[in-house]
């Protein structure tokens, strides 16, 4: 069984600065991307940034360009999400989230995600 557990969500000011990580255990599997994702009280779960297991591409959101990074620790079996210049509609319980190792959809797609962490609340304040 794969699980994966995301830590470092908190409550911040606006203009400060998070970092989340997500790690992996339980049985071995691969994955070809890792992907974090978001969902506000009353919306659907939006995509914010993915990274390709083994190519280290990175895609991100539009809203999240130039504030948000993603990043990966291989050794580790972790992805990471640095959160920058954080503002008040960034709040949301924030998800990462694994693909198989064939892709099942588009990246940015909830739906093409396997493994699903239990999530972490992100708040910030005006």
């Known amino acids: 069984q794969v699980q994966l557990v995301e830590s470092g969500g908190g409550l911040v000011q606006a203009g400060g600065s998070l970092r989340l990580s997500c790690a992996s255990s339980g049985r071995t599997f691969s994955s070809y991307a890792r992907g974090w994702f978001r969902q506000a009280p009353g919306k659907e779960r939006e995509f914010v940034a993915a990274?390709?297991?083994?190519?280290?591409?990175?895609y991100y959101t539009n809203s999240v360009k130039g504030r948000f990074t993603i990043s990966r620790d291989k050794a580790k079996n972790t992805v990471y999400l640095q959160m920058n210049s954080l503002k008040p509609e960034d709040t949301a319980v924030y998800y990462c989230?694994?693909?198989?190792?064939?892709?099942?959809?588009?990246?940015?797609?909830?739906?093409?995600?396997?493994?699903w962490g239990q999530g972490t609340q992100v708040t910030v304040s005006s």
């Open positions: 989230a694994a693909q198989g190792e064939v892709p099942a959809g588009l990246i940015t797609g909830v739906g093409s995600y396997d493994y």
């Open positions: 990274i390709t297991w083994n190519a280290d591409s990175t």
